[in-house]
């Protein structure tokens, strides 16, 4: 019976595509809506649609009543759409165009795996893009990094599809310039740029660029433009043409070539990528040692993926500003990579010379989640000493899953332990969403600072905010505008008023500036959000 179980399963498409729904969907939606907004990301891309929302204008975004210009607006109307049963912007239908996004990309690797490799790498591929560190934790929040993954995936599987076949390509081809379309839509001219640039360098390698006479190249540019010009237009006449500018070549391309922040060495991304792409990251050398065995006709299918993978990161290598999240539109091909090594040592048991290469990183992998098992307890009764029953749940089920893990990989039954590095991914990810997440959103988050700001302070009354990030208490008060000061002059001016007015401050701050302050300052408030302290203060005594 159960063998009649797994061969429907493999034959049946739809039912493995459901199944990736379910699996993914169940690590990108899961208490989804259970923690609040974070700073600084979170709360300001939530504020922007929430502003969007009130506003109904949909074409150019705003942040304080003021024109946002860092990012297009594709986000922000999918947050709108699924805000609306909502009749506002919630913290579930903020992340939701993430998750689903999620979702969706998982499945497009599904297809390319399948497409290029064969259907069981698919959907280890698409398993292991789902249960990644990073990606895992970025599609669970609202963010524009795997929105931007997704449609470049779908644009790359599109074009692979018609690459791949004989007929019926072209519709595939123009496909892929509708996905471009919306990348840009979503992160300016990054949307296309990471597409073309992998699309080039493959049809290179391959010695085909020739095909560029049937990839509907004029019939796919006027597809692009009436998607992206038709907005790019209608923010032109509505916010100028500085405003446009702002978004594509000093917000985007100018981090690219000369960024004003985020600068790191030229080698970040070398010690970045491999702690965020983890557990994964373990069997990319790997990879490396296994394709360069390889001399099958079999290995040709790893064209795609390496040059994918390469393409992008060689592009971020040399961009002036590096952030981790940058480099979530390679995590499909580096997934897709780790997937065919995998797959290759199932399917060839008896090559027992490779199992060494998963072997040796499974067993640092499970040793050291052994080892971080058996501390956490000692730490935590040091720290945190009312949370120990919770860390001795969370390693005693780590530790139980890495010994069976590590019994599979002595045994060298590849299938078995690939399955308990998921169980062991799906495991934490469960114990973190349930104790750790809730524990530390009683730290970062500023809604409780602001329910008791809201307490205080009449709907009327005005608000100013000293030198941070204002987007949290501007979504959490639910004010139309928070008032940002800079130094002791504005906020003299501010509170030398006849109207109750307030103010929030770090207590440090407020103590270096006080002899310069003309107006009396009296403290209502002192809390922490994060690892930063604030006071609440007023202008008048509190009635």
Not at 179 to 201: D, E, N, Q
Not at 495 to 506: G, M, V
Request: aromatic residues 16%.
């Amino acid at each position: 019976m159960s063998k009649i179980v797994v061969n429907y399963f493999w034959r049946h498409t739809h039912i493995q595509v459901t199944f990736l729904v379910i699996v993914t969907g169940f690590l990108f939606i899961f208490d989804l809506g259970n923690r609040d907004l974070w700073a600084p990301d979170e709360p300001r891309y939530a504020q922007v649609a929430l502003e969007m929302l009130e506003s109904k204008n949909f074409i150019l975004p705003r942040l304080n009543g003021e024109i946002y210009p860092d990012k297009p607006p594709l986000l922000f109307w999918l947050i709108d759409l699924f805000s609306m049963p909502f009749k506002t912007v919630t913290e579930f239908s903020a992340r939701l165009p993430s998750a689903l996004a999620g979702i969706g990309c998982c499945v497009a690797v599904f297809f390319l795996g399948k497409s290029i490799f064969s259907r069981r790498t698919g959907i280890i591929a698409a398993l292991i893009l789902a249960t990644n560190v990073n990606f895992l934790w970025i599609a669970r929040r609202s963010a524009f990094d795997v929105l931007l993954t997704f449609l470049i995936t779908m644009s790359l599987l599109c074009f692979y599809s018609g690459y791949s076949r004989d007929s019926k390509r072209t519709i595939l081809f123009l496909l892929s310039y509708v996905f471009m379309g919306l990348a840009v839509l979503t992160k300016g001219p990054l949307g296309l740029i990471l597409p073309v640039i992998t699309i080039v360098s493959f049809l290179a390698m391959e010695r085909k660029l020739k095909l560029y006479r049937y990839m509907a190249i004029g019939r796919g540019c006027v597809v692009f433009s009436i998607i992206v010009f038709t907005w790019f237009i209608l923010a032109s006449f509505e916010g100028n043409r500085e405003y446009v500018n702002e978004i594509f070549n000093n917000q985007i391309m100018g981090r690219f070539f000369n960024s004003w922040k985020d600068k790191e060495p030229f080698y970040y991304y070398f010690t970045r990528f491999p702690m965020e792409f983890m557990p994964w990251s373990l069997f990319i050398p790997g990879v490396i040692i296994y394709s360069i065995k390889q001399k099958s006709k079999e290995f040709r299918s790893f064209h795609f993926p390496f040059v994918w993978f390469v393409a992008v990161f060689v592009f971020f290598l040399i961009a002036s500003g590096k952030k981790g999240r940058y480099l979530l539109p390679l995590y499909p091909a580096a997934s897709l990579l780790v997937a065919w090594l995998f797959d290759s040592m199932v399917l060839n048991p008896e090559n027992n010379k490779f199992h060494r290469i998963i072997c040796i990183p499974g067993y640092v992998l499970f040793g050291f989640i052994i080892v971080a098992g058996i501390s956490l307890p000692f730490v935590v009764d040091t720290y945190f000493p009312e949370k120990i029953i919770y860390s001795v749940i969370i390693s005693t089920t780590c530790i139980s899953v890495s010994i069976l893990s590590l019994v599979f990989l002595y045994r060298k039954k590849i299938f078995a332990s690939l399955m308990s590095i998921f169980l062991a991914v799906l495991i934490i990810f469960i114990l973190s969403v349930k104790i750790v997440i809730p524990e530390m959103n009683t730290k970062k988050s500023a809604k409780p600072f602001c329910t008791k700001i809201n307490a205080i302070m009449e709907p009327e009354e005005k608000l100013a905010i000293f030198g941070f990030h204002k987007e949290a208490y501007l979504f959490y008060t639910g004010r139309k505008y928070i008032k940002i000061v800079q130094n002791p002059v504005e906020i003299n001016h501010f509170f030398n008023s006849e109207e109750r007015r307030y103010l929030i401050i770090k207590p440090n701050v407020l103590n270096d500036i006080q002899k310069w302050l003309k107006v009396p300052v009296h403290m209502l408030l002192s809390d922490s959000v994060g690892h930063r302290k604030l006071v609440f203060v007023s202008n008048k005594v509190q009635d």
